[in-house]
């Protein structure tokens, strides 16, 4: 069972709104806000949810799973708002490239 805190984590990681997952999950706004304020028999619309965001890249941790702390939420894969970089391609001082200064020299 994965709790309403997962679930406005999980929306937030993927930069949804609340009609973004609504429509996604083939429900309605007020049944998503009323599941994210921890409405009370909301089985079929939660399961609705949780399946939209695991297809959008979403993994729900279960209360220990993966470390100790509580349930949580995590992506399966980057989403297009990563910061990929390729080390041959990063050099912070490039002046520090050219010459034999020792790292953390100059001003």
């Known amino acids: 069972m994965i709790t309403t ?6 929306r937030a990681m993927l930069g949804l709104q609340q009609a973004e997952l609504a429509d996604a999950a083939g429900i309605s706004v007020a049944d998503l806000d ?3 304020h921890g409405a009370e028999g909301a089985g079929t619309a939660m399961d609705a949810v949780r ?3 695991e297809a959008s890249g979403i993994i729900f941790e279960a209360d220990g799973e993966l470390i100790a702390g509580g349930p949580g939420v995590r992506l399966t894969r980057p989403t297009t708002r990563s910061f990929d970089t390729v080390e041959a391609e990063v050099v912070q001082y490039p002046e520090f490239m050219k010459n034999d200064a ?4 100059g001003g």
Request: charge should be positive; avoid cysteine; proline fraction near 12%.
């Open 102 to 105: 020792p790292p953390g020299a």
């Open 34 to 36: 009323r599941i994210e």
């Open 51 to 53: 399946l939209a965001l």
């Open 5 to 10: 805190a997962q679930i406005r984590g999980a």
